[in-house]
């Protein structure tokens, strides 16, 4: 694999060289990954007579242009994480636009554990108050995740302008509904359910990590390990987040086990409060409807990148089957 | 004459190959492949077993919630506006229409979600 990726092992012992690192050999040890606008590759660093593991995330420059925010934004978001006290991987260096490269790249430490869906619930299923603990964790990580202080989050993250976080996001449903070939009338009634629906409650904007749940954490022996996947974080309303998580579609399979398949609500909103978050349960209802009809909408337009011949990907062609799930969720939330 | 197996059948055994043969021979994205390619076969195979009823929405279903006639296409863009606009129609029959076809669907595209 060496000389095949010579350039890129080059480029990023530049980056890392940029970062402090003596005189650093990279060597690519395998690929993680490879998802629609980057991919994920494991190295090896060689630095100053020792050795560590690391992870490099990879957008070519053609996908640079349509990432939510740049690699850069990203590393300084984590960064800002580790200060708060979320557990999140150590950053070793990023680019956002590097000739050997290829486009832009974070570079990362490497955490232990497991990260693919079923990995997890068959990690914590032997056993439930495994399960019931990971849940607080992730309660825990997001009541820090919030309360980090929003004037340091970086300029190019996207923030809801909007005094009312619902309305912003209704016509955001509907301009992606119009953008679909086909009709969709049960997430048209979801979004006419979400216009008539807004809560009361309210609360300050905060940092929102806009893709918390089960397959972009690590867990390991000890339950949460790190947050990983930023590029969907935003100023908004921290709910989000915790409904989210809770999306049926996100339990894979354990549909009793509302948070991520592994746990309940309870811990997860007891995590929550105890480190400080508010759990306005109006905004967690809204937000389950809001974002299940977000995903479904998404499942649909994946599949009309397959059946436009943008993309060939079989798991695009298979999501346009999986829109009905989502249909089925919000219906029964209605 | 009718050739056997037939396209059910076929496709189910399409499907155990991919999970028994194939998926244990491979990993990660070639096995997350396998997984998708395998779960596809058994959704069409049930969907070539299907006797209609795994259609969204009928012609006669929509006709009479919407009170308009037209081909299958355009009944369900004019549910669609109906549901869009100022004044969207939240009406419980619009609900239970939406029901039906979701349930039937998921009969074929997951009969295991319901």
């Not at chain 1, 630095?47 to 070519?60: L, M, P």
């Not at chain 1, 053609?62 to 990203?74: G, K, Q, W």
């Not at chain 1, 915790?242 to 309940?264: I, K, Q």
């Not at chain 2, 049930?46 to 006709?63: F, I, K, M, P």
Request: charged fraction near 20%; charge should be negative; glycine fraction near 8%.
């Amino acid at each position: 694999m060496t000389s095949k990726n010579a350039e890129l092992e080059l480029g990023l012992a530049e980056i890392l060289a940029d970062s402090g690192f003596e005189a650093p050999a990279v060597m690519v040890s395998g690929v993680a990954s490879t998802g629609a606008t980057r991919r994920t590759v494991f190295i090896d660093i060689e630095s100053g007579g020792s050795q560590q593991r690391a992870v490099a995330q990879i957008s070519s420059a053609a996908n640079v242009a349509v990432l939510p925010i740049s690699a850069t934004a990203e590393a300084a978001l984590i960064n800002l994480m580790a200060e708060a006290g979320v557990p999140v991987p150590c950053v070793l260096g990023s680019d956002d636009a590097h000739d050997a490269v290829g486009g832009s790249v974070l570079i990362a430490e490497h955490v232990d554990g497991v990260t693919i869906p079923r990995h997890v619930l068959r990690a914590v299923e032997a056993n439930s108050p495994v399960g019931e603990h990971l849940a607080r964790q992730c309660g825990t990580a997001l009541a820090k995740l919030h309360s980090a202080a929003i004037d340091r989050v970086p300029d190019s993250v996207p923030r809801v302008v909007e005094p009312n976080f619902f309305s912003a996001y209704v016509p955001t449903i509907v301009q992606a509904l119009d953008h679909l070939q086909h009709s969709q009338p049960t997430f048209r009634f979801a979004a006419a359910w979400l216009e008539q629906n807004q809560p009361i409650s309210s609360c300050e904007p905060s940092l929102v990590h806009g893709d918390f749940r089960n397959g972009n954490i690590i867990v390991d022996r000890d339950g949460l390990a790190a947050l990983l996947d930023w590029e969907l974080a935003h100023v908004g309303d921290p709910m989000e987040d915790l409904a989210y998580l809770c999306m049926r579609t996100w339990r894979f399979g354990n549909h009793h086990r509302p948070v991520g398949g592994f746990g309940s609500i309870e811990s997860l909103r007891d995590g929550y409060t105890e480190a400080g978050g508010e759990w306005r349960d109006d905004a967690f209802q809204w937000w389950m409807v809001a974002r299940t009809a977000w995903w479904g909408i998404g499942l649909a337009f994946q599949a009309e990148t397959f059946t436009a011949g943008i993309s060939s990907s079989i798991v695009h062609a298979a999501s346009g089957r999986r829109v009905v799930e989502l249909e089925y969720d919000l219906l029964a939330m209605l | 004459m009718i050739d056997r197996p037939a396209a059910p059948e076929l496709l189910e055994a399409m499907a155990d190959t991919l999970s028994d043969v194939v998926m244990p021979a491979c990993e990660g994205g070639p096995q997350h492949a396998a997984r998708v390619v395998a779960s596809l076969c058994r959704l069409l195979a049930r969907e070539a077993a299907d006797d209609g009823n795994g259609s969204a929405l009928t012609t006669v279903e929509l006709e009479e919630v919407l009170g308009e006639q037209g081909d299958l296409e355009s009944l369900v863009t004019q549910l669609d506006q109906r549901l869009s606009g100022a004044k969207p129609d939240l009406s419980p029959a619009i609900l239970e229409l939406l029901r039906r076809s979701v349930e039937r669907r998921l009969t074929i595209a997951k009969p295991d979600y319901l």
